[in-house]
């Protein structure tokens, strides 16, 4: 603000002042000019600022240019290295086939030496023991007259009467020479034994009486045998008289040629026969008759062989026995059947499936809930939606001295299938007490279609054969096998229908069956409460009674219905829920007090009773024996559940129950089922399958000592069997 005019103030000054106001106002417009400029230059700035950003951003592109010029170039070259690998990886997946049969070759190569210096004795491989183990060496090396396949037979490592006797129980290893054309042979054989297995001369040497035709006689002269007998002159048959050998060789040929096989393998020998171009087969029956009796192993082979050194290995094969136990006893049969029809099982007592019974037969054809009864139209008969449609399963197996074993359970045709063309591979020839080994071998082949239901019910069957010819071969009954009896004899509990029965029978306690499910409603609940009561009144107030529920529930009613037993005192509730219910059997083991809760009839192996056991899910265990994996695994889930401090009372299984029973304190009781059709008195729970299963008496089962394996004797004479899918 300007300052007050002075009073002498004239219109000079009022003439400097307009100016003096022009120039402010110039120099206000040029303030503002100014400012605009300031405000371009500030734009400007900016400008700079982005266009150095846009350096940047194109020195970026450029560097990005680059960078992707080089990973394009990398790109390329990771395309050739790819191709190279791919190139790499099919040459060495050639080299890979290539070693994986040069390895196998390898590995035959191994076994060969193995198995010819086990045949020596001595010296071939630094493993065979047989010369520490047997005493003197004596050889019989028979050379039979042919044109074609000659015949060569060997071995009897004996010494000592009880090696004679150990030798005559074993299967002899064998070696088979192809071949066609004596003289060729006899080089090649000469080689071989000088070569390949040099010990052997010496053993030739000493004292080896040698029989063969006139022309091969210079030939094994050469080897160095000291007595050469040509019978050239003779028959077969006189040249071999009053002659064991282990091992006869021979082409096939007429009758006089399977009698010499008869004549020298009266002592447990060996007959492999090789027909080549030369005699053709006469007596199809004879052979037939001695093979089916196992007096002979017929090796048939049309093939031509070149017998050059280099094809040493396609002209000798040797045959060895697998490792047996002491008595050299091995299993040599494994057969599965089934019943020859379905009224037969039937009537003769189901056999293996308690379900496969004549219609009016209570544990089929009373109320009893069950997963099915969710459908009205199959509530009236548990046979109607097929609970016995599997059938049995017997499976047997026979050791090489002839004992057998028998194990059952469910599953028919098709656990037959599984047991003969697939599980039989892993038993044959295995020492019976080699049951881990067995046992672990068909879990695992099994396990991509397995684990649970038939595979392991026929698993289970074979496994309780394999324990029974042990007891046999032992001479002992399973329980003493499996760590000796904890108890004299065991209480029985029955399940039935009725439980009044039972008590008059002396047994301790009474389990029956649930009639009606959730599907039922109130009405339902109401009548299953009337029955408890009705049992309760009819056996008094402290008789055990319990409950089965056979997995026909959920976990709500069964919280319901053990809140509406309390007044009735029941022992237990089982297997309220389905199988795999395991977090709904935790919740009810939580939310139930009054009663006990029972399961695992229908679980399978250790890992699933492992689950029911970690998340605290029953009281009590109930694995079926003929159904969990047979006794090797049973004996495995009483000792996981002995560490959660559970009793396992398994459910039937009968005999092969007990042998497991009797031998834990774990195991308090064992279970009957009463099978009589009207549950009114006591028949055997396997029906005639068995000649002598032992049946409760007062309450009790006792176990004879002096009866081997489980005790009980197949009932051929009453069953008629079939083998459906035969393997020998």
Known sequence: MFHQLPPDFSIGGNRALRCASEKLGALRTNLVRFGALRT??????????????????????????????????????????????VRLSDKFGQIWCGSDKFGALRRNLVRLSEKLGALIGETWCASVRLSDKFGALRTHV???PSSNPVILGWMNLCATPVQQQQRQQRQPPVIKIKNQGAKHLFWE????????????????GSGTQVYSTGSAVDAIKNLGADHVINYKEQSLMDALKGKNFDVVYDTIGGYDHWEIAQASLKNGGTFVTVAGDGPVVKDMKTITHLVEAGKVKPVLDERRFKLTTESLLDMIQVIEPKTANDGGVIIQHV?????????????????????????????VDSDIANPMSVYEQYRASRTSWGIDAMGSIIVEVELSNG???????????????????????????QD???????????????????????????LSALDLAIWDALGHLRGLPVYKLLGGKTKERMPVYATTARPDYAKEMGFHGA??????????????MRKNIELVKKWRDAVGPDYPLMIDCYMSLTVPYTIELARRCEPYNVKWIEEMLPPDEYQGYAQLKQSIISTMLTTGEHEYTRWGFRQLLENKCCD????????????????????????????????????????????????????????????????????????????????YVALSDDKPGFGVTLNREELSLKRPYPTD
């Open 40 to 85: 371009n230059l500030v734009r400007f700035g900016a400008l700079r600022t982005n266009l150095v950003r846009f350096g940047a951003l194109r020195t970026n592109l450029v560097r990005f240019g680059q960078i992707w010029c080089a990973y394009r170039t990398n790109l390329v070259r990771f395309g050739q290295i790819w191709c190279a690998s």
């Open 142 to 144: 028979v050379l039979c």
């Open 189 to 204: 054989l000469q080689f071989f034994l000088q070569r390949w297995c040099g010990p052997c001369r010496s053993l030739l």
């Open 335 to 363: 057969r599965a059947f089934v019943f020859d029809d379905n009224d037969q099982e039937k009537e003769s007592g189901g056999g293996a499936d308690c379900h496969k019974q004549a219609k009016g037969h209570w544990i």
């Open 403 to 429: 004992m057998v074993g028998v194990g059952i359970s469910i599953g028919g045709d098709a656990a037959c299938y599984i047991v003969e063309k697939h599980l039989s591979r892993f038993v044959k020839g």
């Open 432 to 458: 019976p007490s080699n049951v881990e080994l067995i046992w672990d071998q068909c879990w695992r082949a099994t396990m991509n279609y397995g684990r649970k239901g038939i595979a392991v019910q026929a």
């Open 511 to 524: 389990k029956f069956p649930l009639p009606y499910g959730p599907a039922n409603g109130q009405e339902g």
């Open 620 to 699: 009590v265990l109930q694995p079926d024996i003929t159904w969990c994996g047979g006794m090797t695994e049973a004996r495995r889930i009483v000792a996981l559940a002995s560490a959660y401090d559970i009793p396992v009372i398994p459910h039937g299984s009968s005999v092969y129950s007990y042998h497991l029973q009797i031998c834990f304190p774990s195991c308090p009781m064992a279970e009957f089922l009463v099978m009589s059709p009207r549950a009114d008195k006591i028949v055997s729970y396997f029906g005639k399958l068995f000649k002598d299963e032992p049946l409760p008496e007062n309450g």
